[in-house]
């Protein structure tokens, strides 16, 4: 019988611990929880409230990527490579623009925001 008690603990502990974590919890294949909002990175939209907020291709990629890394740095040498590939020299000043529309349709989540890391790149803060 103890060894069902201690059983039955661990597994309350970790339940507990289970649902305390808010990132990146998968809801089905193609939904994911991201802050207070559901991502759905296939269709290219946010979810949050009811309200369906659509994304651009690029602000999906982005997203997306910056999700895969949730609250660790990004570089943009890296965000520039796998979102925009070899498109020029240009690319620099799109990728400020995208996250800036980006941060925009973000807002309305407050557990969620994309911190610049000077000089270095981005990350995506999501907090519990």
């Not at 949050?48 to 997203?63: A, P, W």
């Not at 623009?97 to 911190?115: C, F, G, P, W």
Request: a positive charge; zero cysteines.
């Amino acid at each position: 019988w103890l060894f069902f008690v201690l059983l039955f603990i661990l597994l309350g502990m970790g339940v507990a611990v289970f649902r305390k974590m808010k990132i990146n919890v998968p809801i089905d294949k193609n939904k994911m929880t991201l802050g207070a909002s559901l991502y759905e990175p296939k269709k290219r939209v946010l979810i949050h409230q009811k309200k369906t907020i659509e994304l651009t291709s690029k602000e999906n990629e982005l997203l997306s990527l910056l999700n895969e890394f949730a609250n660790e740095t990004v570089t943009k040498e890296t965000i520039l490579h796998k979102v925009w590939g070899d498109e020029g020299h240009y690319v620099g000043r799109t990728l400020d623009v995208t996250i800036s529309k980006l941060r925009k349709k973000l807002e309305h989540d407050a557990s969620i925001q994309i911190k610049n890391i000077r000089g270095v790149g981005y990350r995506l803060i999501i907090e519990e």
